[in-house]
Every structure is written in C-alpha cells, then in structure tokens.
C-alpha cells in the first residue's frame, strides 16, 4: 500500500476520535487570558503521539522589549505557550504547523442557535466559538501527525507543531516561539481559508485620529465647529487614500478582489450631549497593509495622510487632529509564487481533492507574518474553516473540509519533510 | 424723591448685600439632585422680605400624568420647588417672577480659571457654575422685590415669585407650578439674555436616529455595510431639513440671526471595534422648534423626513432606521410684539439703560414655554447673563449688569402691577 493510501486509511479510522478531540476542545472556552484548559487538551494529545513538549509562560523581557511586541497584557500566567516536536532523522527539510488556541468571545449569545462552547454536531458540522478559527484547523495538524506516525512513515526532517495563544490580540505567542528559537523550512498555519492556499497575507495596524471642534449650544449651533462634521471630512480623506493605495497595488493575486487592502472605520465616537456641538470626534480604524508594503511604510504614508490635512484645512491649521496608533498590528507576509512550499502543498491538495487549489491572496493578517517576517520561515496559509464563520455566530465547520485538510497537510509534510 | 429714584438709591445701598447674596448661592452646587441647599439660602431671603411661602415637592400624579412631563427623574425628595407671593392690595395686574435653581455640570474642571463654586470677585464680576444661569437673574429678581418693599411702594397686583428646579432638564419644576395654580397676566424671566429682550422663544426636542448596518471583517469591508457611512447620508439629509425649515422662517426677528432654529446633531456613536465593519450607529440632536409651531407639528415634520428616507433608500428599505423621542423637550413661546408686557418692559429699560433695547427671537427655549403654553401667562425673557458664558467654564456675571437688571425689573413691576 502507497503512503497516501496508508495516510487515508489512518484517518478514515480517526475520523471520530478527530471530532471527539475538537468537541473537547470547543468546550474549552479559550477566550484570551483562559486559554490554558484547551491548552492542556492538546498537550495531553501531544504527549499522546510521543512529542517532545515545550510548554512556557510567554512574557520574558526579550518579548516586552521587542519592537513588534504590541500587546496590551503583561500577566500570561496559567495560559501557556506550546511547541511539539516529532525530530526527524536528519538531512530533510523541517516544517512549522501553527495553529492558535484562543478565541475571541462569543458574541451575543441570543444570536447563536446552539451554546457557543458545546461543539453540538448537525449535518456534519461541529458547531461552537473557534470551531472554524481555528480548533478545526489545529485538529487537522494534529491528525495528521497522528497519520504520519500511525502509518509507520519516518522522516528526515522535523515537525515542529505550535499551539499559541493570543493570535487574536496581535500574536505575542508566535513571536515568543519566534524568539525561543524556533525556525523552519517551512511553515503551514490551518487559519480559515475555506480549503483555499493564502501564499500573501495582508499585515494591518489599528489607529485612532482625535478631532477637536469647538463647543456650542444647539439652538447657536452656527457659533460652535462640529467635531461630527470636521471627523466625516477626515473620513472622505481616509476614504480617498484607501483608493489611491488600492489602485497602486499590482499582485495577479488581487486580481479577483475588489477592495485589496481597505482601510476600515470601526468605530467613531463624538459628543456628549444632544443639544450641545460636540467639541471631540474619536475616529478608531483598522489600516491594511499590503503583503508587499513594510509596516514603516504604511504608518509613514498614513501620518503624511493627516500631516497633508492638518497643513491644508483652515480649522485643523489652529486645532491640528491628532494620530495614534494603539493595539494591536499585524506584520504582512509573503511567500513567492514559485516557493517550492507553494508547489508541494498545491500538488497533493490535487491528488487528493481532485482539483487545482484556489491559490488567493489573504484579506486579513494571520501570525505567518511574524513566523516570515521575524523567523524567517516561509508561510503558507491553508485551513478548512469557512472564512465567513470566523468571529460570527454559529460558527462551525465541516467535519469533511478537518478531514481533507489533514490528508492534504499529512501529504504535504511527507513530501517537504522527505521519507527517511 | 420720585419712585425711579427711590428705587435706584435702594439699590445701590443693596449692592453689597446683594452679591454676597450670589455668591452664598453659587457656593451650593445645586446640579440636579442637589437643589436644596441653594434653595434654602432663597427661601431665607423670601422670608425676610415677607413673602408668602409655598415650597413643596413635586411629582405628584397630576404632574407625572401630564402629557407635557418628560423627566426622566421619579424622585423629587430634598429638592422642593419654592413660590413665595406678595399679594397687593386688588385690582392691579399680577406677575411671575420666574428664575431656576438648578445648574449644569461643572464640566471639566481644569477648564476653569477658578473653583467653580467659590463664587469668587474679579474686575467687577462674580465668578462660578450658575452665576450667569441663572443665579445672577434670581438675584436681579429678589433685589428688585426688596427695593420696592424697602421703598415702601405698595402695589395692586400680586408678585408671585417662582425659584423651580429641573429647568435644565426640561422644566418640570415650572410645570408643577403651573398645575399648582400658578398663572399671572404677566411673566419676566431673566435668563441670560445679555440684557436684550426675547419675546420668542424657540422651543426644542430631543431625538435618535438608530441605523442598522452589516456587519464584517474589516479586511473584507465591501461584504459589509457600514453604519457609520450610512450615519453619514442621514445625518447630510437632516442638514437639507434644517436649511428648507429655516429658510421657511419669516418673523422679523429673526432676521439677524444666521439659523433662526437649528437642528444640532450632538452625539454620533458607532461601531465597537476598529477592526470590523460597524453595525448599528445611534445619532442624537436637538431639534429646533420654531415660536409659532407646535411641538406636534415639529414631531411630524421629523417623522416624515426619517420616513422618507426609509422609502427612498434601497438599504433602509431593508433596514429601516429607527426614531425615537427622548429626554427633555421645551415648548416654544410666542409675546405679540405689541403686548403691553414688552411696552412696559421696553419703556422702563429704554428710561433707565438710557438707550432702546435690542428685542431679539431666543436661540433657546426657556420655562416660558409652559407659562405661556400651559399656564397661559404672557412672558417675556429679560436677563443680565451673557448669553454664551452659559454651561461654559469660567462662567461668570457683571455686577453692574445684575444691578441694573433689578432696576429695570422693579420698574417694570411697579407700572405693570399699577401703584395703590
């Protein structure tokens, strides 16, 4: 029997311990700051399948003093880190399987049909918060190192599997593994593609512009300066960027897509009273950077964007509005169209599902940027999780798209890893 | 001596008296809620002038029922409204003596040059919360009925005068008054008005907008549809309402006045994440509501714009937006130009200021609106606040002003309530 035929056959037979696996790891609620009971699922597997187990605090002064360390949190006891090694015998190439365990809360619960964290099955999906983003995904490297060493395959190079925390609050946990030491060859992250190849990542930066008007009372509104209307000017001039930036970018991979890297308005805030002109507007938004772009450059072009308005409006001359960045960023990635990791994932995702993959360019940052960027391990993004179920309500995933995944991962790190 | 110069000469001996009489009021903060303790300080002086004291709490059944009633406050206890009279001798005009107790929030405190409750003396000006709006005019009005009991002038007509809570807030003090029996042939309320005098007042609602987006990723905001862009088309349309309402404006007074009756959008809150694509935005004002329109008339000019746009709009046609009715409402006010309460006020300025007063429309609504609406007295705003040191931080009052002010108000009462 050929390898892929004896990797099949294993997870034919681990299909239900693969569902049952997931099911614990959705009753977990792993929201940020809990993630240690999920944490201590996938190490007991781990340990299960005879890995060596590098389990730590993240946190360390390298971390805090490192220049893309952008997190809020300072305390992350009792919510480990993990990475799992499966040694080859040497001279093969090594490969990175990166998975996050966090995610992010549930939402309002009247929007969700089944309890978010009782991985409740229907019409074979696994229903629950981080079923899709990205428990499934995690299950599916962890079947297919399962596969590998069930099937009796030995390997030449190493299988280094990561279960990180706070991939949603701007991926300390990767660069902690990052700056622990651990590089690859190669690296697969299982985030929700939807079966797609994500080779580009758009990275993205979270900022805040604050707006100063003057105060008035209502009824004498004409003697006030609105901070509604001066931030609804500042949002046309965001708007107006967003499609300059959007026309230069030139990559086949957008080609199909018609917003590239928007700059997102999340929220505004302004004012305080109904019959006062507000004096403040708070603009919050999300800036996407292109996979090509350095995070530098976007933050230069951004504070040109509002160094250009403040120099040319009347009002922001006397009151200029001012930019912050704050929270969280995400580093973008890239890995070229021909990189022999695109080229190995893309043949066995053919073999075994039967078509050409959809090879895209990613919407939205995952912590491949940190894994390329600062480790520098070339990254491929490839998952079975519906995009469009990430953070909603009634996220799911279906229980074929885990199992398909991990055929196609089990192949793809066979191949990279070489047979020894 | 003539009774002009009776009055003047009390006033003057009274001068000290008077703003050590300010600055014990503007020593009690009496932000809503709070009232009775500046209340006290007033009903001491009404005592010592004689007057007949009602002070009672409000927010009986009567008032709490009354379809004019928008307050949001149930409990009314430790803050009674006070009427205190003094009868004359029959067959004369009577006339309310309306000013208000309570005052807006301090603000921000670092705004101010002093503390806001010492009541503090600079360069001929007392200084603090309420010295403007409208502790100065409450003085003005009780240094005018001592000047007259101190002049030994007995009157025909009654002084009713009114020191009520919640004006702020909607008046509901003012309207307890006036379900309590209190009318007159005549009101003064001496608001800030910098010493001009406002027939007309504009009348006031509060209102909110809710819009309802779809909500998505940030990186792929084009799925989504953004409450805060679909906040920005409602708010563009309620500026077109606000130029066709005020060019529709023809009275004479108002023909100074750059936008006789605005519609001031005070507040807009959307979206909780920079990240995602905002779903709901909640957008609140103040509608301005012309001297000689109905506060129904103003409601169903509102109703018809937000449902116009719910037709019109391809998404709101959806997903309508919400309108809503909340807090405080004031209604309007209308003086005939030639009602011989304005003749008398004018003439008594005109012959004390030594010019002619400017008569001008009020940018805003005052308690006047249920005096005359509800309690049908005839009322005039006359005040020696300035207008814009109003809710502003180092508010402050001329003396001068608040003395002359009393001059012109004893004056007035004296030939509207007829000598005998």
Redesign the interface.
Known sequence: MDQEKRIHSVLSNKRSKGIELLQKLVQQPSRRGSEGEAQAVIVEKCRQLGLEIDLWEIGDEDLRNHPNFYSDRTNFSGTPNLVAVKKGTGGGKSIILNGHVDVVPEGNLDDWEFDPYSGVIRDGRVYGRGTTDMKGGTVSLLLAIEAIIAAGISLKGDIIFQSVIEEESGGAGTLAAVLRGYSADGAVIPEPTDMKIFPLQ?G?M???ITVKGK?A???????GV?A?DL??EV?SEIKQLEKLRNQAIQHPLYDGI??PI?I???????????????DT?TI???F?IGPEESMEQAIAVLKECVERMNGRHEWFRQKPMELELF?ARWLPGVLPLNHPLLEVLSKNYEAIIGKRPLIEA????TDGGYLSNIGNTPVVVFGPGKT?M??DANEYIEIDKMMQAAEVIAMTIIAWCGVG
Chains 1, 2 share one sequence.
């Open positions: 758009q993205s979270w900022f805040r105060s009372h209502g009824g004498t509104r004409y003697q609105s509604i931030a609804y949002i018609p917003l928007p997102n308005v999340g929220r505004v805030i302004s004012g305080d009273w109904p019959s006062s002109v507000p507007a919050e938004g999300r996407g929270g990613s919407p939205w940052a469009e990430a953070h």
